[in-house]
């Protein structure tokens, strides 16, 4: 593809993201309303993933209301976050880091401009070493930063996240040790391709049921602590059962591009992924029964 062509083809899929992305927010919005009255009446966040887009998606977001983005890999979210575009265009940029963190990418990470939270914490030791380097970056600031622990709720093993038993422990760590981190709440990725027919999301449960153990092991009001959980194929359901934060990316910016791939063709328009989405979720929903945590 040329690098006219490219650009069109840019500016073409940027202008119909606003679309998509109003798509999304209703569905969001519908979505909340249908959840049990038992349930904390937190507002969802909807967190648009950019993973692989060009800064010009983000910033037609941007522009359409749209505030907190989030990003799989660090490198990738250093060179967005930093693009001169992006920091001229999205002053308010809130940006989520939602991919797996090595300890040796934390400096580069906290280093990102505007970034709001790192949801995937999911040892002591990774939030020692959040917590050492952030109050070193800040220098006299009291800000504090806001993370999220990660749990591995499927317990696939190559999906990463803590163990759902250590889950007060490692909150209780981070609460008395980590000074410099304000524990916002839990995330979890769950197996991919679940069934909603088959009922409720067995991994969003198992989130549900370790929030309310920490909360009652620490005394903590529920609203008090965040659920990060639903993506694309399932952020519906997601929201229903008790997500505050759903992570959406192909429904929004459409399908992923990865270089040198077989899937790095134009995709379906982020439209109409979101119109075809929208019509499968709602068939998946008329048998679906919403149970409480």
Known sequence: MSSSLARMWKVAMSEEVG?????????VNQAAARRPKTLPAVPPRLVAVSKTKPPEMVVEAYRQGHRNFGENYVNELV???SDPLILASC????WHFIGHLQKNNVNKLLGVPNLFVVET???AKLADRVNSSWQRLRGASTQRLKVMVQLNTSG???KHGLPPEDTVSTVQHILSHCAALDFLGL???????YDLNLGPNPDFQTLLGRRQQLCDGLQMPLERVELSMGMSTDFDHAIEVGSTNVRVGSVIFGNREYPNSATNTPAPS???TAKSMTEE????MQHLTVSKP
């Not at 002053?91 to 809130?94: C, L």
């Not at 995330?187 to 391709?193: D, K, L, P, S, V």
């Open 91 to 94: 002053p308010e940029i809130r």
């Open 19 to 27: 679309k998509a992305l109003q798509s999304v927010v209703e569905r």
């Open 281 to 284: 979720a709602a068939k998946k």
């Open 187 to 193: 995330m979890t990725i769950g197996r991919y391709g």
């Open 270 to 272: 982020p439209e109409k």
């Open 121 to 123: 914490v999911d040892s």
């Open 79 to 81: 060179d967005k976050a």
């Open 156 to 158: 696939e093993q190559n």
